[in-house]
């Protein structure tokens, strides 16, 4: 707090273009820190998070190999960075709040703190539906191709990860959608309105996205892009709530 006092210039107490990017770089350091340590700590782990995730193929007859001398090491960077990554998040989310939030007004300091919340939560719940239900089903699926054929499955575990990697990220961003609508309501920049006359046209584009990011069958596509309606959904009502709640408070001259 002294620090940021003494890069105000003196015309009202509103920090200089100098104090904010010597801000911004110190903020910006703490985060490379943070997600160097967090790499670092991941790593240890790595190889236990890499088997945790074969284990969901196992059991339904997948067999593992790598094709590069390097390849396993590789994967387990990944599993790493990713991991190092999460682990930092909410000391990143913090710098970026802290970063942003002189100015705005208190409303608008609530909403961001709110919104970085829900969406960690929306994004982990996402993760959590994709290992539990989707890849399962997927790998079941995917498999289940092979029977009956001279095929059998020798997976590169590269390809492996990075497949399953994929699909996480995916439904986790798939499930800050109630979020990101609810912000852009609570901001004036979307109406409900639009969402529920939309709705035709979006249903055929959720089912096109679920076709780009799924294997090339029905089925897979379906599982996506169920969840996505859902959430599509529920946006359309959380948005009705907060429209309906910025409306009131409009009316309200006391408000």
Same mark, same amino acid.
């Given at each position: 707090?002294?620090?940021?006092?003494?890069?105000?210039?003196?015309?009202?107490?509103?920090?200089?273009?100098?104090?904010?990017?010597?801000?911004?770089?110190?903020?910006?350091?703490? %985060?490379?820190?943070? &997600?160097?340590?967090?790499?670092? +700590?991941?790593? @240890?782990?790595?190889?236990?998070?890499? !088997?945790? =995730? #074969?284990?969901?193929?196992?059991?339904?007859?997948y067999q593992y190999v790598y094709i590069a001398p390097q390849e396993l090491l590789m994967v387990q960077l990944s599993v790493a960075a990713i991991g190092g990554l999460v682990i %930092?998040?909410?000391? &990143?989310?913090?710098?970026?709040? +802290?970063?942003? @939030?002189?100015?705005?007004?208190?409303? !608008?300091? =609530? #909403?961001?703190?709110?919104?970085?919340?829900?969406?960690?939560?929306?994004?982990?719940?996402?993760?959590?539906?994709?290992?539990?239900?989707?890849?399962?089903?997927?790998?079941?699926?995917?498999?289940?191709?092979?029977?009956?054929?001279?095929?059998?499955?020798?997976?590169?575990?590269?390809?492996?990860?990075?497949?399953?990697?994929?699909?996480?990220?995916?439904?986790?961003?798939?499930?800050?959608?109630?979020?990101?609508?609810?912000?852009?309501?609570r901001l004036g920049v979307l109406k409900p309105e639009w969402l529920a006359k939309s709705r035709k046209v979006l249903i055929v584009v959720i089912f096109f996205v679920a076709a780009?990011?799924?294997?090339?069958?029905?089925?897979?596509?379906?599982?996506?892009?169920?969840?996505?309606?859902?959430?599509?959904?529920?946006?359309?009502?959380?948005?009705?709530?907060?429209?309906?709640?910025?409306?009131?408070?409009?009316?309200?001259?006391?408000?």
């Amino acid at each position: 707090m002294n620090r940021r006092k003494a890069e105000q210039g003196p015309d009202g107490g509103k920090m200089s273009l100098g104090g904010h990017l010597k801000e911004l770089r110190s903020r910006i350091l703490v %985060c490379i820190v943070c &997600l160097v340590v967090g790499v670092l +700590a991941c790593l @240890a782990f790595a190889p236990e998070i890499v !088997e945790q =995730l #074969t284990d969901l193929g196992k059991g339904y007859g997948y067999q593992y190999v790598y094709i590069a001398p390097q390849e396993l090491l590789m994967v387990q960077l990944s599993v790493a960075a990713i991991g190092g990554l999460v682990i %930092c998040s909410p000391v &990143l989310l913090y710098e970026l709040y +802290a970063f942003c @939030a002189p100015g705005l007004k208190r409303t !608008e300091r =609530l #909403t961001f703190a709110l919104a970085v919340v829900c969406g960690v939560a929306c994004f982990c719940v996402g993760v959590l539906f994709a290992y539990e239900v989707t890849v399962p089903f997927m790998l079941y699926f995917l498999i289940n191709l092979s029977v009956g054929t001279d095929v059998t499955s020798a997976v590169s575990i590269q390809s492996y990860v990075n497949f399953l990697l994929t699909v996480f990220v995916i439904f986790g961003v798939v499930f800050e959608m109630p979020v990101l609508s609810v912000l852009l309501t609570r901001l004036g920049v979307l109406k409900p309105e639009w969402l529920a006359k939309s709705r035709k046209v979006l249903i055929v584009v959720i089912f096109f996205v679920a076709a780009l990011i799924t294997p090339p069958d029905i089925l897979s596509q379906v599982m996506v892009a169920l969840p996505m309606m859902a959430l599509f959904e529920l946006s359309i009502f959380l948005c009705k709530l907060v429209s309906r709640g910025r409306k009131a408070k409009a009316a309200d001259p006391a408000g």
